[in-house]
C-alpha cells in the first residue's frame, strides 16, 4: 500500500470517476485504474463499485481513503515540523472561487499579493452548485464557497472551512420603483413581482424558493441567470426585480438599482474558504487565507 495509490483513492471519493482523477493528477486514466487495481490486491474488502459509468468508493473505500488523508496530513506536518514544507511565503498558490465573490475579491488580492516575497496566486472562477464545492479542492489550494444556512454543512472529515462573511442576498429594485423608498421588504410585498433569478441549486433560487412557500403562490420569474452583473443590468433596465449579494456585488452596482432587506425568511448565504487540512501547513497558502479574510473583512464593514 502505496502513498500515492491513498492519494488516489481520496480523488476518486472526491471525484467520482476515474476521467476526473485523471485529469486532476495529470496521469491517463490507464494508470489511475492500474493503481487502484494494485491497491485493491492488498485489502480483502472492495473499495469501489461501478455506480452507472462512474466509479464511486464502497464505505470500505472510504474509510481507507479518510484514512489515507490522515497519513498525508500527518506527512505534511512532519516536513513542517523540519521547516521544509511550509516553506517559503512566495510559493504558488491556486484558488477559485464562484463569480460574484471573484468579482469583488480577486482584483484586491492581486494587488495585496503583488510583490517580491509574496504568493503567486492563479485565479479561476468555477460556476458550480452548492454541493460541488468541496470536491474542487482536489483541484486547488484553496476554494471560495458559498451555501445557504439551511443547506448541508461541508463535510469537514474531508475538508477545512475558513469562515469569510455571513451575507444576506438583498432585493434589488430599479431605483424608480415603487417599492424603493421602504427600508425593509416582506415576502408579501414583493410575491407578485417578475422576477430574474439564478439557475436552481445556486443561492437567490434557494431564496425565491422560500418566498414562493411563504406566500403561498407560484413566484413570475421570467429570466434565469446566474451572473450578477447580467441581472443588475436587467434589473437597472426596468420591469424585473433580483436577488444581489449584500457585500460583494459592489462592482456590478449602479446608480440605477438599489438594495433592500427582505424580512420572514431567511437570506443569508456563507462564504467559506475550503481546503485540504495539508495545504493550510504552507506559508503562502496562509498568506492568501489572511488576504482573503482581510479583504472580506472590509467589505463587510463598508456596506
Request: glycine share 6%; with cysteine.
Amino acid at each position: 500500500m502505496e502513498i500515492h495509490q491513498l492519494e488516489i483513492l481520496r480523488e476518486l471519493g472526491a471525484l467520482g470517476s476515474v476521467k476526473a482523477v485523471a485529469d486532476t493528477l495529470m496521469v491517463t486514466p490507464s494508470a489511475v485504474s492500474q493503481q487502484l487495481a494494485i491497491l485493491q490486491r492488498t485489502v480483502d474488502v472492495p473499495l469501489t463499485r461501478k455506480e452507472g459509468r462512474n466509479l464511486v468508493l464502497t464505505e470500505a473505500g472510504q474509510v481507507l481513503a479518510d484514512a489515507g488523508a490522515a497519513v498525508v496530513s500527518a506527512l505534511a506536518d512532519a516536513r513542517d515540523a523540519i521547516g521544509i514544507y511550509h516553506g517559503s511565503a512566495a510559493g504558488r498558490v491556486s484558488l477559485c472561487g464562484f463569480h460574484s465573490a471573484g468579482q469583488a475579491v480577486f482584483a484586491p488580492l492581486a494587488r495585496i499579493l503583488d510583490g517580491p516575497e509574496k504568493p503567486r496566486i492563479e485565479l479561476s472562477d468555477e460556476d458550480v452548485a452548492q454541493q460541488d464545492f468541496p470536491a474542487l479542492t482536489a483541484r486547488y489550494d484553496l476554494v471560495l464557497a458559498h451555501r445557504m444556512d439551511h443547506s448541508p454543512r461541508w463535510p469537514t472529515e474531508r475538508v477545512t472551512v475558513i469562515p469569510l462573511a455571513h451575507e444576506p442576498l438583498d432585493v434589488a429594485l430599479p431605483a424608480g420603483h415603487r417599492l424603493a423608498g421602504q427600508d425593509t421588504l416582506s415576502v408579501q410585498d414583493v410575491a407578485a413581482e417578475t422576477w430574474v433569478t439564478s439557475h436552481a441549486g445556486y443561492s437567490p433560487a434557494d431564496v425565491l424558493s422560500a418566498v414562493a412557500a411563504v406566500s403561498s403562490r407560484e413566484l413570475n420569474i421570467v429570466h434565469r441567470i446566474n451572473d450578477y452583473s447580467t441581472v443588475a443590468a436587467l434589473v437597472a433596465a426596468g420591469g424585473v426585480v433580483g436577488l444581489l449579494p449584500r457585500y460583494t456585488a459592489g462592482p456590478v452596482l449602479n446608480p440605477d438599482i438599489v438594495l433592500r432587506p427582505l424580512s420572514g425568511i431567511s437570506t443569508r448565504r456563507r462564504i467559506d474558504l475550503l481546503a485540504r487540512p495539508e495545504n493550510l501547513k504552507r506559508r503562502s497558502v496562509l498568506m492568501v487565507c489572511q488576504a482573503l479574510e482581510d479583504i472580506m473583512a472590509g467589505l463587510v464593514k463598508i456596506s
